[in-house]
């Protein structure tokens, strides 16, 4: 039992009053005086104990009556909790596409919050947080209204980014008791793991929400190969998660028109890829689309673009090579190669990556308009030639300051190593070779620049190297690579290595991009300086990060746009039209087991829905008073001191 006003059970001690009153105040007995007292004798005996009996019953009664009405205004009560204590409870509502599913009362998340309007208590008070929204201190009303307005997102987050938020406010005052509620259809992608928890001393609730359906059919990715003048192959990548499917209709449109439609058969838990021919046209903006019946509808159709006409513009000067013109081949890069005494400087800013290939001597015109062709975030491939002049390469150095070279070193050393994690060689192996027959170089230039190493020697020395110069890229070979001092060029590692300095020299727009993904998108164009570019379509526009330079323009989006479709990115006109899908983990049918979790950790309890998480909370947490109780046993005792006063008789 406990008391709302606890301070007052101290007029306890008053009840010692009436005690001493009945104990030293007794009524006193005259003596009657009598010839024959043999009788009398008896009668005083008997009066004197009935009389003192019904003293003593009147003074319990009493004492019972001062009791019972100091303990009723003492207010107490039966309940789990303190009422001086606010109660509040912070409530986690997954609103990512996921939830767009139907279970058995309707699609989840609508089911979800109109069951928590039906249940939440007037007497307590909430936060709510939701993927994209956190409403904190909020009564039981307000979070009515909110819920009523609650949407779908494509944001997601962590369970530990939950958590983290809730505990940020810093809720575990003296004076309230705390609850956190999580309810979400609790997705393998959240990739929760119990020591997420360990730090939280909240109680913890998880309310899974579970779709009638558990098989499903995706649009996984896409990707564009055999792109030649007339056409190009469209590869697009499906997932099953379920039992086989067959007769599953596809189609494919540009714009609103109808390219092509077939329809495939799947086996159960497997990807397949199907092969579409499409026709070259200036600007395809596809959409692919699925009829299928499954657990989540939103991942039957699928947004890409293919822009034909962008390409790498690459500038080889200096020595001609035979090689160069292989490797960067006219589907991707516009290549072209001119000696240094025909140069036209006015094209040296619209390049994306420039090789000064084997050039005994720089001018210093020429080391001007690269300097800042670089600083300008170009990208330079310096290959020294055998017979380099020391002096004039390291006034070029000098100018960006990254350092200099010393005299070539005639040891011939093996190219021994791969730095595997450099972005650079990216996807490009499948695992770290071992046994290789590695290039050998008979010539090198030590260098004491600080760049990051791509591929070494044997002795660990750098052969090719990265450096940021300003908002650009330098790459060092400490070698020439003509066929007098080298076999790279008859290496494997040469395609791959100038293919991917050249693609990364411009980072040309993808087919597509991924929703609340880190996306970054390079325009072979350039604006005024006071101008930005801006992504936009019908329903929306936002400007996102962005850099100028002299030869392209990057952009950089997070957690912008929010809804799958085609964009554009403007500035005065239309420089790129590209397109965004969903995130592929919201497609993910596999769910984790909640009561696995709850039985792991005494601070988790799981339910299966809402309804009967609040009715037990609502129990739980129910206060049942004892005031009348204690009242209506005051008045009982007042009642019984009348009746002894009335018909005990002494």
Not at 72 to 88: D, L
Not at 125 to 147: G, P
């Amino acid at each position: 039992m406990q008391f709302k006003h606890p301070e007052i059970l101290y007029v306890l001690f008053a009840l010692i009053i009436p005690i001493l009153v009945h104990l030293f105040q007794l009524q006193k007995f005259k003596k009657v005086v009598f010839t024959n007292v043999a009788f009398l004798k008896k009668i005083d005996l008997q009066t004197r104990k009935s009389s003192q009996l019904k003293k003593w019953l009147i003074l319990t009664s009493r004492m019972l009556l001062f009791t019972a009405i100091i303990f009723a205004f003492s207010q107490p009560y039966f309940s789990t909790k303190n009422t001086a204590q606010n109660i509040h409870n912070s409530i986690y509502l997954d609103n990512s596409i996921s939830l767009n599913s139907i279970g058995k009362k309707g699609k989840l998340l609508q089911v979800a919050a109109q069951e928590i309007i039906e249940n939440v208590s007037d007497e307590h008070s909430y936060s709510f947080l939701t993927n994209s929204d956190f409403y904190r201190n909020v009564t039981a009303t307000e979070l009515k209204n909110i819920l009523k307005k609650v949407d779908f997102t494509t944001k997601n987050l962590s369970i530990q980014e939950v958590l983290l938020k809730i505990e940020s406010e810093k809720l575990n005052k003296t004076n309230s008791l705390n609850s956190i509620t999580l309810i979400s259809d609790f997705q393998n992608n959240k990739k929760i793991k119990n020591n997420e928890f360990t730090n939280v001393t909240v109680p913890i609730s998880l309310i899974k929400t579970a779709a009638e359906l558990k098989n499903n059919i995706s649009i996984d990715s896409i990707f564009i190969s055999n792109k030649n003048e007339r056409n190009f192959t469209l590869n697009v990548v499906l997932k099953n998660q379920g039992p086989e499917k067959t007769n599953v209709p596809i189609s494919i449109f540009n714009d609103t028109k109808l390219i092509s439609k077939r329809s495939f058969s799947i086996e159960n838990d497997t990807k397949k890829t199907i092969d579409f021919e499409i026709q070259n046209q200036s600007h395809f903006r596809g959409r692919i689309k699925i009829q299928n019946n499954d657990v989540f509808l939103f991942d039957n159709d699928f947004f890409f673009t293919v822009n034909f006409g962008e390409k790498i513009n690459v500038l080889s000067i200096g020595k001609n090579n035979d090689y160069l013109q292989n490797i960067f081949t006219d589907d991707v890069f516009v290549f072209n190669q001119v000696s240094s005494s025909k140069i036209n400087y006015n094209i040296v800013p619209k390049q994306q990556l420039i090789l000064l290939n084997e050039m005994d001597d720089i001018p210093s015109t020429l080391s001007n308009a690269l300097t800042d062709f670089v600083n300008n975030g170009g990208s330079l491939v310096v290959i020294p030639s055998i017979s380099a002049t020391i002096n004039s390469y390291n006034s070029f150095f000098s100018r960006m300051n990254i350092g200099k070279i010393s005299k070539n070193q005639q040891d011939s050393l093996k190219i021994t190593k791969i730095h595997y994690d450099h972005p650079l060689f990216k996807n490009v192996f499948t695992k770290q070779v071992r046994n290789f027959q590695f290039p050998r170089v008979i010539s090198s230039f030590n260098a004491t620049f600080k760049g990051t190493p791509l591929l070494s020697f044997e002795n660990n020395q750098s052969f090719l190297s990265n450096l940021t110069v300003g908002n650009g890229e330098l790459y060092w070979f400490s070698g020439a690579l003509s066929t007098v001092n080298s076999n790279f060029t008859n290496s494997p590692l040469i395609v791959p290595t100038l293919y991917n300095i050249g693609q990364s020299s411009l980072q040309t727009s993808k087919p597509y991009y991924r929703l609340q993904e880190r996306n970054t998108i390079e325009i072979n164009a350039s604006i005024g300086k006071d101008q930005v570019v801006s992504i936009q379509n019908l329903r929306s526009s936002f400007i996102p990060l962005q850099q100028n330079s002299q030869n392209k323009i990057s952009i950089l989006t997070t957690d912008k746009p929010d809804k799958k479709g085609f964009y554009q990115i403007v500035s005065k006109d239309t420089l790129q039209t590209i397109s965004y899908n969903n995130p592929s983990s919201e497609s993910m049918v596999d769910f984790m087991n909640i009561n696995e979790l709850s039985s792991q950790n005494s601070n988790i309890t799981s339910y299966d829905s809402i309804a009967s998480y609040f009715e037990e909370e609502n129990q739980k947490n129910e206060v049942q008073w004892l005031w009348k109780l204690f009242l209506a046993l005051a008045i009982v005792s007042l009642l019984l001191e009348i009746l002894i006063l009335k018909f005990f008789k002494t």
